[in-house]
């Protein structure tokens, strides 16, 4: 079992930052790729950007590439979601989540194991 737990939601202007944080304990060593994904009311969840441990291989939906940047620390297990020029579309609670097989590409997009409980973030325009 591999757990997460974000941090660093809040309420940020249009234009503006936020960054998210995710820490992974447990059975890390097994896990290939962790993911950031996010789900606005009445909406269903969407993958936002993902990142593997090994090679630091990254991928990003459309919508948020040239603005959010995923990123990894392996000797914390950590990984962070900056979100830069923000807009209100990008309002969501945004999830963590773990996946122990191999991915790349859009394969990455999907097929998480472990999630967290996610984080709240509010863009106002």
């Known amino acids: 079992q591999v757990q997460l737990v974000e941090s660093g939601g809040g309420l940020a202007q249009a234009g503006g930052s936020l960054r998210l944080s995710c820490a992974a304990s447990?059975?890390?060593?097994?896990?290939?790729?962790m993911a950031w994904f996010r789900q606005a009311p009445g909406k269903e969840r969407e993958f936002v950007a993902a990142?593997?441990?090994?090679?630091?291989?990254?991928y990003y939906a459309d919508s948020v590439k040239g603005r959010l940047t995923i990123s990894r620390d392996n000797a914390k297990k950590t990984v962070d979601l900056q979100m830069n020029s923000l807009k209100p579309e990008d309002a969501a609670v945004y999830y963590c989540?773990?996946?122990?097989?191999?991915?790349?590409?859009?394969?990455?997009?999907?097929?998480?194991?472990?999630w967290g409980q996610g984080t709240q973030v509010t863009v106002s325009s």
């Open positions: 989540a773990a996946r122990d097989r191999y991915c790349v590409g859009s394969g990455c997009y999907g097929g998480y194991d472990y």
């Open positions: 447990g059975r890390t060593f097994s896990s290939y790729a």
């Open positions: 990142i593997t441990w090994r090679g630091g291989n990254t």
